[in-house]
Nanobody, 123 residues
């Protein structure tokens, strides 16, 4: 049984940093495309970042590029999203996702999802 268990998130002031973690069981993160998505109130789930199974492919949304970093620790079977210089518009529920897909920016391409972490601007 595949499980993605997320941790991190919380309240943060604009300009601050947070790190989200996504610990996997039932699959090896090194063998899957691991994506991060955000769902803000009233909006559809949107792509934030992804790391490919080879580690050679790392993509970010235009908003995340230069501020967020996605990484993977194969020994811990965990994926991370380091978020710096946070902005009020980064507020939302962040989800990690896993699948073997070439359409890695499309949330509908993923079958396995974490429970989500709320990130809220406290400014």
């Amino acid at each position: 049984q595949v499980q993605l268990v997320q941790s991190g998130g919380g309240l943060v002031q604009a300009g601050g940093s947070l790190r989200l973690s996504c610990a996997a069981s039932g699959l090896k993160v090194s063998k899957y495309v691991m994506g991060w998505f955000r769902q803000s109130r009233g909006k559809e789930r949107e792509f934030v970042a992804v790391i490919g199974w080879s580690g050679g492919t790392i993509l970010y949304s235009a908003s995340a590029k230069g501020r967020f970093t996605v990484s993977r620790d194969n020994a811990k079977n965990t994926v991370f999203l380091q978020m710096n210089s946070l902005r009020p518009e980064d507020t939302g529920v962040y989800y990690c996702a896993a699948d073997r897909t070439n359409n890695c920016k499309n949330a509908e391409s993923y079958n396995y999802w974490g429970q989500g972490n709320q990130v809220t601007d406290s400014s």
